[in-house]
């Protein structure tokens, strides 16, 4: 008779591991990391998460775990927070018109300076405390972004926002390049002008939605401060886990004006050969790696019209 007290006794049962839920949420992420290997993520980084230090140190674990995962993620960031602070620091009134910030030639200078030396240096370094991964740039570099002046309609009537750009082509060559040398490219919502020498102010969701589709990213990825979209806010807190570019067009001119850029965004993405589109609340810690890796995910998803049931990953 064996020895109870032996290490082989197992008292006719399993001892449980404390270890073995760990072990279920890697196998969970089994089909998805799969599914993802090799694919461009292209994951557009605001809202609280660029605030708060916690979220914002929980955001870079998560493009780097993507990137080990063998994902290729490219990060695109605005900084509507920082920038009204330098804004009201240089005595410069924030406006906003279509959801979209008047920019001035003063504030254009003030904005070029917090996102290209401020929000993504930060953020490269963030991401470079797990190695030497994020590399830096703007739309300005090797002319990664083009854009022309935005006139946004307010009703009815064009309106001019001042050096808001419109972008009207990109160039991928930089970030593949980067990509292909195994780096996180961390890109500033910055664009070159095509018809004179200044630089535009783009909002970055735009930016992102516009990269997604030009780098044929599987997934655009949009951060925001609130779940998703909801179903019928403000009388309901339901949110829509899933729509078509189509249903999602149909509630376009119902959106609260904060919340059209993006979701203009996933329906121009999903619209130029992204396959999935995705809203998800970057309130919430690691929500960029529940939404990937898990089978429930948060937030929304758009999907194009064509896409099989099948495809709602």
Do not use: C, F
């Given at each position: 008779m064996s020895d109870p007290k032996s290490p082989g006794h197992s008292s006719g049962t399993t001892r449980k591991h404390t270890a073995l839920p760990k072990a279920q949420i890697l196998i969970e992420a089994l089909p998805w990391l799969t599914r993802h290997q090799g694919k461009t993520v292209v994951i557009k980084f605001g809202g609280n998460a660029m605030v708060d230090e916690e979220l914002k140190a929980a955001f870079a674990q998560d493009v780097v775990f993507l990137h080990h995962a063998g994902l290729r993620p490219v990060v695109v960031h605005g900084g509507g927070p920082q920038i009204s602070k330098a804004l009201d620091r240089h005595g410069i009134v924030s406006e906003f018109k279509a959801g979209l910030r008047v920019t001035t030639e003063d504030a254009m200078d003030v904005v070029r300076m917090v996102l290209a030396g401020q929000v993504q240096r930060e953020l490269v370094g963030l991401l470079n405390q797990h190695g030497p991964l994020a590399?830096?740039?703007?739309?300005?570099?090797?002319?990664?972004?083009?854009?022309?002046?935005?006139?946004?309609?307010?009703?009815?009537?064009?309106?001019?926002?001042?050096?808001?750009?419109?972008?009207?082509?990109?160039?991928?060559?930089?970030?593949?390049?980067?990509?292909?040398?195994?780096?996180?490219?961390?890109?500033?919502?910055?664009?070159?002008?095509?018809?004179?020498?200044?630089?535009?102010?783009?909002?970055?969701?735009?930016?992102?939605?516009?990269?997604?589709?030009?780098?044929?990213?599987?997934?655009?990825?949009?951060?925001?401060?609130?779940?998703?979209?909801?179903?019928?806010?403000?009388?309901?807190?339901?949110?829509?886990?899933?729509?078509?570019?189509?249903?999602?067009?149909?509630?376009?001119?119902?959106?609260?004006?904060?919340?059209?850029?993006?979701?203009?965004g996933c329906l121009h993405a999903v619209r130029n050969g992204v396959h999935t589109a995705r809203v998800i609340d970057g309130r919430v810690p690691h929500s960029i790696l529940l939404e990937i890796f898990t089978d429930e995910g948060i937030g929304t998803m758009v999907v194009p019209d064509a896409a099989p049931e099948g495809d709602a990953a």
């Open positions: 590399i830096g740039l703007t739309g300005e570099d090797a002319h990664t972004m083009t854009a022309t002046k935005h006139q946004p309609r307010v009703d009815g009537e064009l309106v001019d926002i001042g050096r808001v750009g419109e972008i009207t082509e990109i160039d991928t060559g930089a970030i593949e390049a980067l990509l292909a040398d195994g780096r996180i490219p961390v890109v500033s919502s910055i664009a070159r002008s095509q018809d004179d020498g200044h630089v535009y102010n783009v909002n970055a969701d735009t930016a992102a939605a516009a990269l997604a589709a030009a780098l044929d990213a599987e997934t655009l990825m949009v951060l925001t401060d609130v779940e998703g979209l909801y179903e019928d806010w403000p009388n309901s807190d339901e949110v829509i886990s899933r729509l078509t570019a189509t249903e999602l067009e149909k509630l376009l001119p119902e959106l609260a004006s904060g919340m059209v850029p993006k979701m203009e």
